[in-house]
């Protein structure tokens, strides 16, 4: 009973979370609408949100992006995130996740910060996010974003690339969700190891 309880938890979040990103709105039909009585008290409740603060914070929820064929591009899991609607943008805390590509994992990530920018559908991660390859390379970047348009991800801030016999320092990477065809630029060092 308590997993049928989280799963419908889960939905009504996401439920709440697209509407606030798309911009929804409820209003009462004209047919309806009845003028207040002038006896009626407002009933107290909350009170309005201040412009600086998040219209929705929901704590442990799960975001996903997908292409236009609606092959999963990315998942994002966060302990707590925050809707901003004015902004459009949603921002998640102690984040962990995964890039995909063809449907399979191909970079697993944790970072302190993500924001999705609903406008672009890019995600930045930052704070300092480490990532791992299913074959066991590994990044360390200040900021990774991936961009939504293009399908490459950018690691910005002083990148660090290991492999097998190899690290690879540069101040910027672009490259594929699974790191096939990286690109390098800026101050790049390459290192051989044992």
Known sequence: MKRVGAILMIGV?????????????????????????????????PAPAEPDQPFLNV????????????????????TSLQVDRTKNIVTMNDVSGQLFENERPALAFRAPKAT????????????????RTPDGRTL???VVRWDHRNAVFIASGGVIV?????????????????????????????????
């Open 116 to 131: 999705f920018f609903a406008a672009s559908r890019d995600v930045q991660l930052s704070g300092g996010v480490f990532g």
């Open 162 to 194: 290991t492999q097998r016999g190899m690290s690879i320092r540069a101040d910027r990477l672009t490259s594929d969700a699974a790191m096939r065809r990286p690109r390098f630029s800026g101050n790049i060092s390459v290192q051989v190891t044992q």
């Open 59 to 78: 704590e442990g929820t799960q975001l996903s992006g997908a292409d236009a064929q609606g092959r999963r591009l990315w998942d994002l899991k966060a």
């Open 140 to 142: 360390r970047a200040p």
């Open 13 to 45: 979040a996401a439920a709440v979370i697209l509407a606030a990103v798309v911009g929804l709105r409820r209003t009462t039909p004209p047919s309806t609408a009845t003028a207040p009585s002038p006896q009626a008290q407002p009933a107290p409740g």
